[in-house]
């Protein structure tokens, strides 16, 4: 019998091998669409701000590969869908109010502490190496989505048809509560407070439902409070932060190669800073706006006298922040008392 030999073929040998590199050549210099889901207003400062640094960011850092859809006003989830669309994956990438996940993260609760910080302290507190972003976002992971950046809006303020200064002045108002922690300080002060949505705050003002409501300063003018209140005041952080941000499902953010997570990750502290410095700049701006649309605003600070009654008053909450992981609190405290 004649033997037949098999004569190995170099040329077929090598490109056998090619299709085992080619998906990460490909991946790596495939295009990428970004679909960053918003809901509220479209204008929002929060929005306008992040997203055009954002884009700015991508197009120099990627020349163009990587790029930006904007789903906004709710087109695929509202704000308080994120806390499931986000780690199911139905949205990718959004826009978050952080305390709205304590559903499943109770430390995001903490955010509402009334620690009296400043935006500039929040801000330390939120990126120093173990601050909470770095806490929450280990906790985010745990559920399926990962935090990737934190835009401080201010800490609320409270729009009341009588004018507000010392914690005393809350007494007996029925004051709106956006969420459980505000509900226990206007308790605390002796008010009554009031489960009323965002978008229904300008009527129930008008109509005597409630008095006074705590409010995002942002929302003041969303709403048009200043038609229907004649006060305004920002207590510090004695109503905690108004912490918003954006999150990204965990395995489609994993699912990108690493060089891309760097560039996408690099764009986003970008714009996650710009936002912030935006942020402040607007605040300083809304508090003449509304001065002209005849609301008498007061923005609390440590020179004031009511400010230490702020703090005495409210110290019960803060000593609830025992409830919270330890090191959840160490960076929020430490800020707190360098303050």
């Known amino acids: 019998m004649k033997r037949i030999t098999l004569r190995r073929r170099p040329l077929l040998a090598g490109l056998a091998a090619l299709p085992l590199a080619a998906p990460a050549v490909v991946r790596a210099q495939a295009k990428i669409v970004i679909p960053l889901a918003t809901w509220g207003s479209p204008t929002h400062i929060n929005i306008v701000q992040f997203l055009g640094p954002l884009e700015a960011a991508l197009q120099r850092e990627s020349n163009g590969r990587i790029t930006v859809k904007h789903y906004p006003a709710g087109q695929l989830a509202q704000d308080v869908d994120m806390p499931i669309a986000i780690p199911t994956g139905k949205v990718k990438f959004g826009w978050i109010t952080v305390q709205g996940w304590s559903g499943l993260i109770k430390d995001v609760g903490a955010l509402s502490l009334p620690t009296a910080m400043t935006m500039e302290q929040v801000a330390t507190a939120c990126d120093q190496p173990g601050g909470f972003k770095e806490v929450l976002d280990k906790q985010f992971r745990t559920k399926g989505a990962t935090l990737l950046a934190m835009t401080d809006i201010g800490s609320p303020a409270i729009a009341s048809s009588k004018k507000i200064l010392a914690p005393e002045d809350v007494k007996g108002l029925r004051m709106r509560a956006p969420a459980e922690m505000h509900a226990e300080l206007i308790k605390l002060l002796g008010g009554s407070p009031v489960a009323i949505p965002f978008a229904e705050v300008y009527t129930a003002l008008q109509h005597g439902t409630i008095e006074s409501a705590i409010i995002g300063f942002q929302g003041i003018q969303s709403q048009r409070v200043y038609e229907v209140t004649k006060f305004?005041?920002?207590?510090?952080?004695?109503?905690?932060?108004?912490?918003?941000?954006?999150?990204?499902?965990?395995?489609?953010?994993?699912?990108?190669s690493a060089a891309d997570r760097e560039t996408i990750g690099k764009a986003i502290r970008e714009a996650e800073l710009a936002c912030r410095a935006e942020i402040i700049k607007d605040r300083a701006g809304l508090a003449d706006l509304y001065r002209q649309k005849g609301m008498e605003v007061t923005l609390l600070d440590p020179s004031m006298p009511q400010f230490a009654q702020w703090a005495k008053a409210t110290a019960p909450l803060l000593a609830k922040g025992d409830s919270f992981s330890k090191e959840m609190m160490a960076p929020i405290l430490a800020a707190s008392a360098a303050k």
């Open 232 to 256: 305004a005041i920002i207590p510090g952080s004695f109503t905690g932060t108004g912490m918003q941000g954006f999150a990204a499902n965990l395995q489609w953010w994993n699912g990108f």
